[in-house]
């Protein structure tokens, strides 16, 4: 069993600064990429950003410079740090991960439950 649990979100004003947690949880072995996704309303879930177990990281076109993705391997954690938050950067967000859990299984990918950020303007 593996659980992945967002934390952070809340509401901010535009130009102000949220940090998401992720925490992996259960029997794992270990983590490879880990990943922001968001969801915002009416829209398609997309990719925010992703760091694999190597630290490179990736992001889209609209958080760069803005987001940064960092992960703590000892904690099994992700985090999200967003800054200068726009009204549009508003969605739910999630959290992802590939994660091994047993050497005779390969690794799966694993979603969780989401957090609420909202960027009132």
């Known amino acids: 069993q593996v659980q992945l649990v967002e934390s952070g979100g809340g509401l901010v004003q535009a130009g102000g600064s949220l940090r998401l947690s992720c925490a992996a949880s259960g029997s794992i072995i270990s983590i490879n990429a880990m990943g922001w996704y968001r969801q915002a309303p009416g829209k398609q879930r997309e990719l925010v950003g992703v760091i694999n177990n190597g630290g490179s990281t990736n992001y889209a076109d609209s958080v760069k410079g803005r987001f940064t993705i960092s992960r703590d391997n000892a904690k099994n954690t992700a985090y999200l740090q967003m800054n200068s938050l726009k009204p549009e950067d508003t969605a739910v967000y999630y959290c992802?991960?590939?994660?091994?859990?047993?050497?005779?299984?390969?690794?799966?990918?694993?979603w969780g439950q989401g957090t609420q950020v909202t960027v009132s303007s």
């Open positions: 992802n991960a590939d994660i091994r859990r047993t050497i005779y299984r390969p690794s799966a990918n694993y």
